[in-house]
């Protein structure tokens, strides 16, 4: 069985600062990927960043990068330059090789970005 | 392009009854998933269909639930005699191609969901 733990329930950050929102998974896979979702009120879930576990280099999209730490089964999203849109609930995800074809979700952390 | 649409947006049944929940992927795509996300958690899996083959439905959580998707497009979720602890929201989910253990990950593309209110 693989687990997504996100142990920040709630965070919030100021506008225009940077905020780390923390991951950690597990799973006997060699072979998986990872992701931020981010789902706010209308909830749709909005795929934010993806990285394939084979790839070293941390994936970036614009304001949003992660901290892939493999052997500490670890997946920090950090957000700088934050923006009021940012406001939302976050989900870490994992999906492995050897898994049936679902995702495996984390509990979210709520962010809220204070103007 | 269209996204992956979902109806009613908002359910409310009385313990007992029975609904059904509409899921209209994106056209042409071939995966179809079903998601449970109960209040202030994650969403978690339900059942996978592969065009009309459900191929996976290890996720639900009692016989009272059923899925299908007869002609491998439009995907309807069925929870027989609802009780309270079903309130949740339901997510749906397409990806274009097949989904396997040997395939690359293919994008789910998700719904905005149906909120189930048992009362």
């Known amino acids: 069985a693989q687990t997504v733990t996100q142990s920040q329930p709630e965070m919030s950050v100021q506008e225009a600062e940077t905020v780390t929102l923390s991951c950690t998974y597990d799973t006997s896979e060699n072979n998986y990927y990872l992701f931020w979702y981010k789902q706010p009120p209308s909830r749709q879930m909005i795929l934010v960043i993806r990285q394939e576990a084979y790839k070293q280099q941390n994936a970036t999209e614009n304001r949003f990068s992660v901290n892939f730490q493999k052997a500490a089964k670890s997946f920090s999203l950090k957000i700088s330059d934050s923006q009021l849109g940012d406001t939302a609930m976050y989900f870490c995800a994992l999906y492995s090789s050897g898994s049936a074809r679902q995702l495996t979700f984390g509990s979210g952390t709520q962010l809220t970005v204070l103007p | 392009g269209a996204g992956v649409s979902q109806s009613p947006r908002y359910k409310v049944a009385k313990r007992g009854q029975d609904v059904a929940l509409r899921c209209d992927p994106i056209s042409g795509h071939v995966s179809l998933f079903w998601y449970q996300q109960a209040l202030g958690q994650g969403p978690e899996f339900l059942t996978y269909?592969?065009?009309?083959?459900?191929?996976?439905k290890s996720g639900l959580p009692s016989d009272r639930f059923f899925a299908e998707r007869p002609e491998g497009s439009v995907s309807t979720l069925k929870i027989q005699r609802t009780q309270q602890e079903d309130s949740a929201v339901y997510l749906c989910a397409s990806s274009q191609r097949l989904a396997g253990p040997l395939s690359s990950y293919n994008e789910q593309f998700f719904g905005p969901g149906t909120r189930l209110t048992v009362l």
């Open positions: 269909f592969q065009n009309e083959a459900q191929l996976d």
